[in-house]
C-alpha cells in the first residue's frame, strides 16, 4: 500500500486523524476499515506506522505505531520544466516524473506548443496536475510530493532561471549527451532538466536558452516524442544521480 501524505498537524500526541479527500479516499476507494496498518509521511519527511483505531464518514483515527526519519538527500534536487502537451500527454509526464521522484514540475508555455492554457482554467488545471503528482508519488513511496507550479512562458523562464545547473533537450544540434555532461553534486543545488513541445523549440527560445546559461544536451541521434524524451532524461539524469540503479 501506498505512503500517504500527511501534514504533522494531523498528529496529536501518538494518535494521527485523518479528514478531508485523504480520508475519503482511504474510506470510500480502498475501504480502509479498523486495525489495518497504514504508512504516512509528513512534511518534514517523518514516515510513520499507524493502525487504524475508527472510521467515520468524516475522519479515519488511528494511532502511532512507529515513527522513523527520512534519509538526508544527498544528490541535487531536479525541476523539471516541461513544455505543455496536448491531451493526456502531460498528465503522464507529470505522473511519470514524480515516480521519479522530481521535487519541482514546472509547465513552460512554449512557441511551438499546441497546448495555450486558458486563464480561467489554470488554477483547477494546476490543481488536477498536484492531485496526480501527489498520488504518484505517494505510490512509488517518495518522502514528499513534487510541486507542481502555474505555467510560465518559456521566455520568461530561459531568462530567469535560478538553477545550478539547466539543461536543456535539443535535437539535431551538436551537443553532449545527457550520459556524458556534469552535472552538479550538492544537496544544496538544483538542476533544471528542460523539455520541448510535440513541435520541438524555436530558434528564438533556443538563442535565450543559451544566453540564459542553459546548455543544450542530447539523447542520442534518434528523435523520441516529447513525453518519451522526459521520462527518459530524469531516468539517466537520477541514475546518475545516485537514486535509480
Known amino acids: 500500500m501506498p505512503a500517504f501524505f500527511i501534514s504533522s498537524a494531523d498528529i496529536l500526541g501518538t494518535t494521527l486523524t485523518v479528514t478531508g ?6 474510506r470510500a476507494s480502498l475501504r480502509v476499515k479498523p486495525g489495518e496498518v497504514l504508512r504516512v509521511t509528513d512534511e518534514h519527511r517523518q514516515r510513520y506506522q499507524v493502525r487504524v483505531s475508527a472510521v467515520s464518514p468524516q475522519t479515519l483515527t488511528a494511532d502511532i505505531l512507529e515513527r522513523r526519519p527520512g534519509p538526508l538527500d544527498a544528490a541535487p534536487t531536479v525541476l523539471l520544466a516541461q513544455a505543455l502537451l496536448k491531451g493526456d500527454h502531460m498528465d503522464w509526464v507529470v505522473q511519470k516524473a514524480s515516480e521519479l521522484g522530481v521535487r519541482t514540475i514546472l509547465p513552460l508555455i512554449s512557441r511551438h506548443g ?11 488545471q494546476v490543481a488536477r496536475w498536484q492531485r496526480i ?3 504518484a ?24 532561471t535560478a538553477a545550478t545547473s539547466a539543461l536543456l533537450l535539443a535535437e539535431r544540434r551538436d551537443t553532449m549527451g545527457l550520459a556524458q555532461v556534469p552535472l552538479p ?5 538544483t538542476l ?10 524555436s530558434e528564438e527560445e533556443l538563442s535565450m536558452a543559451m544566453e540564459g546559461q542553459c546548455q543544450a544536451v542530447s539523447l542520442g541521434e534518434h528523435i523520441l516524442r516529447a513525453d518519451t524524451a522526459a521520462v527518459t532524461a530524469l531516468s539517466i539524469v537520477q541514475s546518475r544521480l545516485g537514486r535509480l540503479g
Not at 21 to 26: C, I, P
Not at 139 to 158: G, K, N
Not at 185 to 189: E, H, I, N, V, W
Open 114 to 124: 499546441i497546448v495555450r492554457p486558458q486563464p480561467d482554467r489554470v488554477a483547477a
Open 192 to 201: 533544471a532538466l528542460i523539455v520541448g513541445p510535440e513541435g520541438g523549440w
Open 21 to 26: 479527500d485523504l480520508s475519503h479516499h482511504l
Open 133 to 135: 503528482a501527489t498520488e
Open 185 to 189: 553534486t550538492l544537496p544544496t543545488d
Open 137 to 160: 508519488a505517494q505510490q512509488s513511496e517518495q518522502w514528499q510530493p513534487p510541486l507542481v507550479l502555474e505555467p510560465l512562458d518559456s521566455r520568461s523562464f530561459f531568462s530567469g
